[in-house]
């Protein structure tokens, strides 16, 4: 990732979403390319998965603004209980789990707020992916800002479908969350984060960059007064799980395909390994019986779940590619 890429400028936003009267904040980065633009480019959103934050998207971002002067802006948002949100709302949010579709609202907020007459494209990852397709119930306008919307490894599913494989979710879910709730959680220091993450699953199969931004970015120290000793992640591990759980959400989230497609064309990108996203419900989100016409469905060979992280070179090209991809009605392309 060239550095030099994009000028980056850190904004807070307060959102609607209130515990006890407070409301919730949601730290965000504005992305400017060094390179000259066309006046009237693309402005992209970047939504991350659950478990990472903000930051994993700045490599993408470096490329886009390296490959293209059709992009003239990005903007990347943490959740509210990810990253630096989970610094900001710490006092109300120790007992309380904001949601995907809490998020969402605050992205649509912001986005007919400070983002009225652009041109958006709006990317999210796992999670983020489900926050950018909910988000299209909160525009108050009715009318979506959105030019297309990229989805990268989906979570969504059909709430019939998860029904029906009730079980294997059910599996699935439990399998995450203890496997969170193992994780190591506190280093000596930001060094021995990161030989701790190149030496481990799921972190050792990341782009190094990835890991670096992780490690800079995704960790707080545990004494702010001592910030070159011991840290802790930004994101706590309950918060990280209540991802994994938010089903209805999801399910909403899933049911805006049929709404949105005809008007606003969806891509969607796959990983090929390694998918914590099976197959039933990656079919759910392409049934052509409820009305689910996804622009294009493309697969990523040398990524999985965390494509993102694992290969952000092979992202940002696909989402280039679709950047150009004109949309056939009623035709679901396969990359």
């Known amino acids: 990732m060239s550095l030099s890429a994009f000028i980056v400028e850190a904004v807070v936003i307060k959102t609607a979403c209130t515990v006890n009267g407070v409301p919730l904040k949601m730290a965000a980065k504005r992305y400017t390319p060094t390179a000259s633009t066309k006046n009237d480019g693309k402005v ?65 907020e912001f986005a007919e707020n400070r983002l009225r007459g652009e041109r958006i494209i709006v990317v999210g990852h796992s999670a983020g992916a489900s926050a950018a397709m909910f988000s299209t119930k909160c525009y108050s306008s009715g009318e979506l800002p959105y030019e297309s919307i990229i989805l990268v490894e989906p979570p969504m599913i059909d709430r019939h479908v998860f029904q029906a494989n009730i079980k294997d979710r059910e599996r699935q879910t439990s399998m995450l969350t203890k496997a969170i709730a193992a994780q190591r959680n506190t280093w000596n220091n930001r060094k021995a984060a ?21 490690v800079n970015h995704g960790l707080r120290p545990l004494d702010p007064e001592h910030p070159l000793d011991s840290v802790t992640t930004k994101c706590d591990k309950r918060h990280e799980s209540s991802g ?12 805006q395909i049929e709404k949105v497609c005809a008007t606003v064309p969806i891509h969607i990108i796959y990983g090929k390994k390694d998918s914590l996203v099976p197959q039933y419900s990656q079919d759910s989100l392409s049934d052509l019986s409820k009305g689910r016409k996804p622009a294009s469905i493309s697969r990523i060979s ?33 990359l």
């Open 244 to 255: 994994f759980t938010d089903f209805g959400s999801t399910f909403e989230a899933a049911e």
């Open 302 to 334: 040398s990524g999985g779940h965390l494509v993102v992280q694992e290969d952000p070179d092979a992202v940002s090209a696909q989402i280039l590619s679709i950047l150009n991809q004109p949309h056939h009605d009623g035709v679901i392309p396969r």
């Open 194 to 214: 990161f030989e701790y993450f190149v030496k481990r699953a799921p972190w050792k199969t990341w782009d190094i960059r990835t890991v670096v931004i992780h």
């Open 44 to 108: 992209l959103i970047f939504l991350h998965a659950t478990g990472t934050h903000k930051e994993h998207w700045e490599p993408v971002i470096a490329n886009i603004f390296s490959s293209t002067q059709s992009v003239k802006e990005c903007w990347a948002f943490d959740s509210l209980n990810h990253g630096e949100s989970a610094l900001l709302n710490a006092k109300e949010i120790a007992g309380f789990s904001p949601s995907i579709s809490d998020w969402a609202r605050g992205i649509a």
